[in-house]
């Protein structure tokens, strides 16, 4: 009887872990999509608008490069330097959503060098849609901001003459120039050309029904709770009008707070390691179980500040690398000054009970099988199993051991280490809740086996079905977290 209680209480534990773990994803992902549609509606009011770009590496570009004949490389610390090899360059300005260019058609160009070198603009629709060209004549001969009104251009669409496109879900510069010449950018901004008028916050529904109005910037609440209904009714907003400000329902529009200044990010990432620094293997000034207790949180503290946005960029950053560096380097000196009293652990235990961990995977599949969007490759499962390798390193191997010697209770162990593991796939409330049911099972079988690889083997298969079956309207939207899980899909 004492067993069967025991049983319950961690299953009730656990349901309340889970129901938990989906109020935060969603109340993240909710926060997220407000400060989006704040900073939005604050650039509209300002005679901005949300597409804007700071170039100051290579990484600020598409693919980190030039397509063409050329390279890009940073000028010092306040603008990028193109590199002409002789020929036609393009250079692809990221778009974290579509680009409305009917509410700003205006392309400012700020230049700290440059040369009178032919420039065209070249567009896309969707990114399967034909390329539409125009030329924009020459840019300066000296440092300047140039300022170009696409809808002024003669665009031509599939060789064909057309009108400016309205949206943008590509948006490159094509500048021809001979060997040895160069320029340097240090921003573009897309501008309205006339003060735009921002309505009233109306409802999702009556947004839907209502005809779009030329001229204006609709407001639209969103009633969606859930994280990935709420991306998904924010992409579909967008996909009708890509200068629409989306808000979650009932938010009411404002100026956000300035954002945190750059140095920020690294003094959090400073002060992460001062707990590190405090349970450093064999510490004096603590007993034990709190050193092994506080050397399993500081193991996960860089993981889970990667989740909860330091690193805050669409594209994996310094900031959030130097975090990930900073744990696996953190775990692997624990592992190096391995401390005795743990449970040993190896790499492949008896072939008897190594199928288990492939229980979540099997479930995986069967949720491919309802959602499938493509077929896994063995391509996908090589690049996700260094991934999978690292992470049940860290939670298995580095957190779950020593909260299980610091706790004490196999069931608080599992609990603990499962929730850790969830976490750091905030704010991603369907993966979160995944990860904390997968982490349940893993965790219970290592700490019965000690052994590693079938655990991993199973979350590199799992993580393959599961990114096959995510779409941006599912209920699965991706395999992201962080900043990039908020990025738009349309």
Same mark, same amino acid.
């Given at each position: 009887?004492?067993?069967?209680?025991?049983?319950?209480?961690?299953?009730?534990?656990?349901?309340?872990?889970?129901?938990? @773990?989906?109020?935060?994803?969603?109340?993240?992902?909710?926060?997220?999509?407000?400060? %989006?549609?704040?900073? !939005?509606?604050?650039?509209?009011?300002?005679?901005?608008?949300?597409?804007?770009?700071?170039?100051?590496?290579?990484?600020?570009?598409?693919?980190?490069?030039?397509?063409?004949?050329?390279? $890009?490389?940073?000028?010092?610390?306040?603008?990028?330097? $193109?590199?002409? !090899?002789?020929?036609?360059? &393009?250079?692809?300005?990221?778009?974290?959503?579509?680009?409305?260019?009917?509410?700003?058609?205006?392309?400012? @160009? %700020?230049?700290?060098?440059?040369?009178?070198?032919?420039?065209?603009?070249?567009?896309?629709?969707?990114? +399967? *849609?034909?390329?539409?060209?125009?030329?924009?004549?020459?840019?300066?001969?000296?440092?300047?901001?140039?300022?170009?009104?696409?809808?002024?251009?003669?665009?031509?669409?599939?060789?064909?003459?057309?009108?400016?496109?309205?949206?943008?879900?590509?948006?490159?510069? &094509?500048?021809?120039?001979?060997?040895?010449?160069?320029?340097?950018?240090?921003? !573009?901004?897309?501008?309205?050309? *006339?003060?735009?008028?921002? +309505?009233?916050?109306?409802?999702?529904?009556?947004?839907?029904?209502?005809?779009?109005?030329?001229?204006?910037?609709?407001?639209?609440?969103?009633?969606?709770?859930?994280?990935?209904?709420?991306?998904?009714?924010?992409?579909?907003?967008?996909?009708?009008?890509?200068?629409? $400000?989306?808000?979650?329902?009932?938010?009411?529009?404002?100026?956000?707070?300035?954002?945190?200044?750059?140095?920020?990010?690294?003094? $959090?990432?400073?002060?992460?390691?001062?707990?590190?620094?405090?349970?450093?293997?064999?510490?004096?000034?603590?007993?034990?179980?709190?050193?092994?207790?506080?050397?399993?949180?500081?193991?996960?503290?860089?993981?889970?500040?990667?989740?909860?946005?330091?690193?805050?960029? %669409?594209?994996?950053?310094?900031?959030?690398?130097?975090?990930?560096?900073?744990?696996?380097?953190?775990?692997?000196?624990?592992?190096?000054?391995?401390? *005795?009293?743990?449970?040993?652990?190896?790499?492949?235990?008896?072939?008897?009970?190594?199928?288990?961990?492939?229980?979540?995977?099997?479930?995986?599949?069967?949720?491919?099988?309802?959602?499938?969007?493509?077929?896994?490759?063995?391509?996908?499962?090589?690049?996700?199993?260094?991934?999978?390798?690292? %992470?049940?390193?860290?939670?298995?191997?580095?957190?779950?051991?020593?909260?299980?010697?610091?706790?004490?209770?196999?069931?608080?162990?599992?609990?603990?280490?499962?929730?850790?593991?969830?976490?750091?796939?905030?704010?991603?409330?369907?993966?979160?809740?995944?990860?904390?049911?997968?982490?349940?099972?893993?965790?219970?079988?290592?700490?019965?086996?000690?052994?590693?690889?079938?655990?991993?083997?199973?979350? !590199?298969?799992?993580?393959?079905?599961?990114?096959?079956?995510?779409?941006?309207?599912?209920?699965?939207?991706?395999?992201?977290?962080?900043?990039?899980?908020?990025?738009?899909?349309?």
């Amino acid at each position: 009887m004492r067993a069967l209680a025991h049983a319950t209480a961690a299953a009730l534990v656990a349901l309340a872990l889970a129901a938990a @773990l989906a109020l935060l994803g969603n109340a993240l992902t909710r926060a997220g999509v407000a400060r %989006q549609g704040e900073r !939005a509606w604050a650039d509209w009011r300002a005679a901005r608008s949300p597409w804007r770009w700071t170039l100051r590496q290579p990484r600020d570009v598409i693919a980190g490069r030039v397509f063409g004949p050329g390279r $890009v490389s940073a000028a010092g610390t306040d603008a990028l330097t $193109v590199a002409f !090899a002789g020929g036609a360059l &393009q250079l692809g300005l990221r778009l974290a959503r579509p680009a409305s260019l009917r509410q700003a058609p205006l392309l400012a @160009l %700020q230049l700290t060098r440059s040369q009178a070198l032919p420039l065209s603009i070249i567009v896309r629709r969707t990114l +399967t *849609a034909p390329a539409c060209v125009a030329a924009a004549g020459r840019l300066p001969a000296t440092a300047a901001t140039l300022r170009i009104d696409l809808a002024a251009l003669h665009w031509r669409c599939a060789d064909a003459p057309a009108v400016m496109p309205a949206r943008a879900a590509m948006l490159r510069l &094509q500048i021809a120039g001979p060997a040895g010449a160069r320029i340097a950018l240090r921003g !573009a901004a897309l501008l309205p050309t *006339a003060p735009v008028v921002l +309505t009233a916050p109306v409802p999702w529904s009556a947004w839907r029904a209502a005809a779009p109005t030329i001229g204006t910037v609709p407001v639209v609440w969103l009633p969606a709770r859930f994280s990935s209904h709420l991306l998904a009714q924010r992409d579909a907003l967008w996909r009708r009008d890509p200068a629409a $400000v989306a808000l979650p329902a009932d938010v009411l529009p404002h100026a956000p707070a300035a954002p945190a200044t750059k140095p920020w990010g690294w003094i $959090v990432i400073a002060l992460c390691a001062l707990p590190m620094l405090l349970a450093w293997p064999g510490p004096r000034h603590l007993a034990q179980r709190p050193a092994w207790l506080l050397q399993a949180l500081a193991a996960m503290l860089p993981v889970l500040l990667v989740a909860f946005g330091i690193g805050d960029s %669409q594209t994996p950053d310094l900031r959030s690398g130097a975090l990930i560096a900073l744990a696996l380097g953190y775990a692997l000196l624990l592992t190096l000054r391995e401390d *005795a009293a743990l449970r040993p652990w190896h790499w492949l235990g008896s072939w008897r009970a190594t199928w288990l961990p492939l229980l979540p995977a099997v479930l995986a599949s069967v949720l491919w099988l309802l959602q499938a969007q493509h077929a896994p490759q063995p391509a996908d499962f090589a690049r996700y199993l260094p991934w999978a390798a690292l %992470q049940q390193f860290l939670v298995l191997v580095v957190v779950a051991r020593r909260l299980d010697a610091a706790l004490g209770r196999r069931a608080a162990t599992v609990l603990a280490a499962a929730t850790l593991f969830a976490l750091g796939h905030a704010p991603n409330t369907a993966l979160m809740l995944l990860a904390f049911a997968a982490g349940l099972w893993w965790t219970w079988w290592f700490l019965r086996r000690g052994a590693l690889l079938p655990v991993v083997l199973a979350h !590199a298969l799992a993580g393959t079905l599961l990114q096959a079956s995510a779409s941006d309207s599912g209920w699965l939207r991706s395999l992201a977290i962080g900043a990039r899980y908020l990025g738009s899909g349309g």
